[in-house]
Every structure is written in C-alpha cells, then in structure tokens.
C-alpha cells in the first residue's frame, strides 16, 4: 500500500460532553492510537480535547505562557507578604512566651505548664 507524500493531519472529532463521557475509555485509546484528537463540546462551544499524550498541551514551565505571568507575579507577591507577617507572628509569639515566663515562672501556674507542654515544639522551632 502507497503511503501519501505528505503525512495526513490527525483526525479531529468534536462530540458533546454527554456523548465524549460515554465514549471516554474508547476516545482515549484513539487518541493514542491514530493520534485522532476529540474536541468535548457543550451547547456547541469547546470545552477540552482529548488528545495524544505526545501533544504538547502545555507550555514549559520554565516559559509560562503571558497570561500565566501575572498570575504567577501575583502568587509571588503573596508568597513574600505571607512570609513577612509569618515572621510577624512568630515575633509576637516569642514576645507573648517572653512575657508569660516572666509573669508566670514555669512551676508556678498548672495552666500555664500545660500550654507550655503543648507548644514546646514550636518554642524550639
């Protein structure tokens, strides 16, 4: 049998969302298979493709695609003002245990030995 010149595009199948969860395990399979890609529709829009694993589906990650960057600047942002009033808080809680060694020795209040015992592991950390 004659193979084409040019190799033919993958096939492409669109099929609503109700027909595609049906068919899923067979749609899988042709996607590895024949490379064909299905296109899952609802109410004639596109929804997600199934496609062969050896598509690249994503970008890298260490190219994010443009409307990832801010996303991720914003995410980064957040991360380095959480860190800061994490540092905020672990202060105040070693001002906190500060004050109450001085008002409350250890030995000298029941309640207090007790919250010490609970939180001996962060005091060290």
Do not use: C
């Not at 199934?50 to 990832?68: G, K, L, W, Y």
């Not at 994490?86 to 919250?115: K, S, Y």
């Amino acid at each position: 049998m004659a193979e084409p010149a040019t190799p033919l595009p993958p096939a492409r199948l669109e099929l609503s969302l109700v027909e595609a969860r049906t068919r899923f395990v067979q749609l899988a399979r042709l996607a590895g298979l024949t490379r064909q890609t299905t296109v899952v529709t609802e109410d004639g829009r596109p929804l997600a493709a199934i496609v062969p694993a050896t598509a690249r589906a994503a970008p890298e990650p260490d190219r994010p695609a443009p409307a990832a960057a801010g996303w991720i600047r914003r995410i980064d942002k957040l991360r380095a003002e959480f860190r800061r009033q994490h540092v905020g808080l672990q202060q105040a809680l070693e001002d906190t245990w500060r004050e109450l060694d001085r008002a409350r020795p250890p030995g000298t209040d029941a309640a207090v030995d007790a919250l010490r015992a609970a939180q001996a592991d962060l005091r060290r950390g």
